[in-house]
T-cell receptor, first 114, second 113 residues
Framework: KAGVTQTPRYLIKTRGQQVTLSCSPI?????VSWYQQTPGQGLQFLFE???????NKGNFPGRFSGRQFSNSRSEMNVSTLELGDSALYLC?????????????FGNGTRLTVT | AQTVTQSQPEMSVQEAETVTLSCTYD???????LFWYKQPPSRQMILVIR??????QNATENRFSVNFQKAAKSFSLKISDSQLGDAAMYFC??????????FGAGTRLTVKP
């Protein structure tokens, strides 16, 4: 079974631009979560989607948004990029979320904002 | 709010020896889940072991075992017979029914040949 796939693997953007990251969950997984990982703040929860609906959201500004499609694939969008948005963005999927099924993570997208 | 603390930024172990990584957490809940994830240089977070808080028995997965002390809110990971491939960042994580998994800051484990 294929794992969680994130594209692109690396991304370089300029301040003020916007970016879209993609995540394809493991087949059969309906919950997709996004995390931001930085050296200073560690791993921080962004949001979680299930059946195309955002079920939970972390403490990030509205510039961070996401969506989930009917095939459970998810995208995350960051608008008006700031230098501080430079981070590794990890996507994780689980069967349903909301239960104790463990998260399966992708390899992440490394975003650099210049 | 639930917080997870890993007090050891870095740890080192000799190959074939045993090492214990510490984790404490803060919660007012009684039924929750705890996890240890490993992040090698490939960046992918890999589940190592998990523990349900309602289970008193400590979880084990081959060379990996935990010491779960619910009253003390402590969840340490013991790696026996350490191998070079165990070198990675290890993250302790807490989860309680809100799809928001809280992670500790991580412990970088080095394995010396």
């Amino acid at each position: 079974k294929a794992g969680v796939t994130q594209t692109p693997r690396y991304l370089i953007k300029t301040r003020g631009q916007q970016v879209t990251l993609s995540c394809s969950p493991i087949s059969g997984h309906r919950s997709v979560s996004w995390y931001q990982q930085t050296p200073g703040q560690g791993l921080q929860f962004l949001f979680e989607y299930f059946s195309e609906t955002q079920r939970n959201k972390g403490n990030f500004p509205g510039r961070f948004s996401g969506r989930q499609f009917s095939n459970s694939r998810s995208e995350m969008n960051v608008s008006t990029l700031e230098l501080g948005d430079s981070a590794l963005y990890l996507c994780a999927s689980s069967v349903q979320g909301g239960d104790n099924s463990p998260l399966h993570f992708g390899n992440g997208t490394r975003l650099t904002v210049t | 709010a639930q917080t997870v603390t890993q007090s050891q930024p870095e740890m080192s172990v000799q190959e074939a020896e045993t090492v214990t990584l510490s984790c404490t957490y803060d919660t007012s809940e009684s039924d929750y889940y705890l996890f240890w994830y490993k992040q090698p240089p490939s960046r992918q977070m890999i589940l190592v072991i998990r523990q349900e808080a309602y289970k008193q028995q400590n979880a084990t997965e081959n060379r990996f075992s935990v010491n779960f002390q619910k009253a003390a809110k402590s969840f340490s990971l013991k790696i026996s017979d350490s191998q070079l491939g165990d070198a990675a960042m290890y993250f302790c994580a807490y989860w309680y029914n809100n799809n928001d998994m809280r992670f500790g800051a991580g412990t970088r484990l080095t394995v010396k040949p």
